[in-house]
């Protein structure tokens, strides 16, 4: 059974603070990596994605991947106030995003 | 206007009913899923489709049955075999252009009165 794990949260940061969002994987297979953000009452929308070891940055938003911890990270720079909402990391083993395990998301509230 | 439209928005049933949920696409993607979503919960795959007129079981399927008659189109139906519906149904798409994306709709959340 694949599982993906994420610390439910709550997690508060104050503005302008960086906010790590940490995820791990069961499945040693696995070959991408999704980040996707919900708003409260909201579908998901995909942040990042990330295939290879190290960090892949993106504007405030910087996606890390240890395969060989199986630990995938999200970290937001000078967080504001509109990013807070739930974090899912997802979690694919062919390579694209044709089948995904999510994990349940940590949510995150960025203090004013 | 292209996305990925999800009717009704709410949805009300009760116990012992069947109801159908609408999940509409104009992006041109093959492959289609469906997803629900429990408070507190990550999303947990119901059923997908990669071509017409073909579509697998995810890890939830039971209670629920699905058709793919047209590349558009993928609607699911909750049956009164699944005991505990209630929850925010998601259909998502992918296609070739972009295969690392799932493009969400805006869900239809279900309740069982």
């Known amino acids: 059974q694949k599982e993906v794990e994420q610390n439910s949260g709550p997690l508060s940061v104050p503005e302008g603070a960086i906010a790590s969002l940490n995820c791990t994987y069961s499945?040693?297979?696995?070959?991408?990596f999704f980040w996707y953000r919900q708003y409260s009452g909201k579908s998901p929308e995909l942040i990042m994605f990330?295939?290879?070891?190290g960090d892949k940055e993106d504007g405030r938003f910087t996606a890390q991947l240890n395969k060989a911890s199986q630990y995938v990270s999200l970290l937001i720079r000078d967080s504001q106030p509109s990013d807070s909402a739930t974090y899912l990391c997802?979690?694919?083993?062919?390579?694209?995003?044709?089948?995904?395990?999510f994990g349940s998301g940590t949510q995150l509230t960025v203090l004013p | 206007d292209g996305g990925i439209t999800q009717s009704p928005k709410y949805l009300f049933r009760k116990e012992g009913q069947n109801v159908t949920l609408s999940c509409e696409q104009n992006?041109?993607?093959?492959?289609m899923y469906w997803y629900r979503q429990d408070p507190g919960q990550g999303l947990r795959l119901i059923y997908y489709?990669?071509?017409?007129?073909?579509?697998q079981k995810g890890d939830i399927a039971e209670g629920y049955s699905v058709s793919r008659e047209k590349k558009e189109s993928f609607p699911l139906t909750v049956t009164s075999a699944q005991k505990n519906p209630t929850a925010f149904y998601l259909c998502?798409?992918?296609?070739?252009?972009?295969?690392?994306?799932?493009?969400f709709g805006p869900g239809t959340r279900l309740t069982v009165l």
């Open positions: 997802a979690v694919n083993m062919d390579g694209s995003a044709r089948q995904l395990t």
């Open positions: 499945d040693r297979g696995s070959q991408s």
């Open positions: 990330i295939y290879s070891n």
């Open positions: 992006l041109n993607h093959d492959a």
């Open positions: 489709s990669q071509i017409v007129n073909d579509f």
């Open positions: 998502a798409t992918t296609g070739t252009r972009r295969p690392n994306e799932q493009f």
